[in-house]
């Protein structure tokens, strides 16, 4: 019995030490802008659907930005959260559901996010100078490395904030599909 006790517990740390190294190496190249760098004082209310290793999830995210901080939590159906994001002056201070990965990071979710809604010069600056490049069509944006697709988003409308937009991690292998429900402009604080 103890020695079945300290195998399940064994495997148990060897699994978090596996999924530790996974999100560090995940976030090694991550690259967060300023709230400041998005032009707007907004809240932002979407419907997000996440398709991960054959497994299919869905939250609701509410994102606000002002000319300091970006604030983001992901939320269950239910109200319950999955995770919350404070990123100001180049710190995060997240938490996260205890029943998530150790390698989900919700870093992750904020960058993805940059990726498909800030506007594409600000991109393509910050993303040129640690070797990225930002290739944006009329209705895809794609971000390279080495000649290598990186992240893909496709958008239904030229807007971003109007209609789905999917964006494909193809190194990670995950796919996310955002469909706002609702945009507010705030006044400047």
């Given at each position: 019995m103890?020695?079945?006790?300290?195998?399940?517990?064994?495997c148990s740390f060897v699994n978090g030490i596996v999924q530790q190294h996974v999100g560090d190496l995940i976030t090694r190249d991550l690259l967060l802008l300023d709230a400041n760098s998005y032009g707007e004082t907004v809240a932002i209310s979407q419907r997000v659907e996440v398709d991960i290793a054959s497994n299919t999830f869905s939250l609701i995210q509410q994102v606000e930005i002002d000319n300091d901080e970006i604030r983001l939590v992901g939320v269950t159906h239910f109200g319950s959260p999955f995770f919350t994001l404070r990123y100001y002056e180049g710190k995060v201070d997240a938490t996260k559901m205890a029943q998530l990965p150790e390698a989900f990071r919700p870093e992750l979710v904020l960058r993805d996010f940059q990726f498909a809604f800030w506007n594409v010069d600000v991109l393509q600056q910050a993303y040129q100078e640690v070797g990225y490049l930002v290739i944006e069509g009329e209705l895809t944006r794609v971000l390279q490395k080495d000649g290598k697709n990186v992240m893909t988003v496709a958008y239904q409308n030229s807007s971003p904030l109007k209609g789905g937009v999917q964006l494909i991690h193809h190194g990670f292998g995950y796919q996310i599909v955002f469909d706002t429900l609702d945009v507010q402009r705030l006044e400047n604080e």
């Open positions: 103890v020695v079945f006790v300290f195998a399940l517990t064994g």
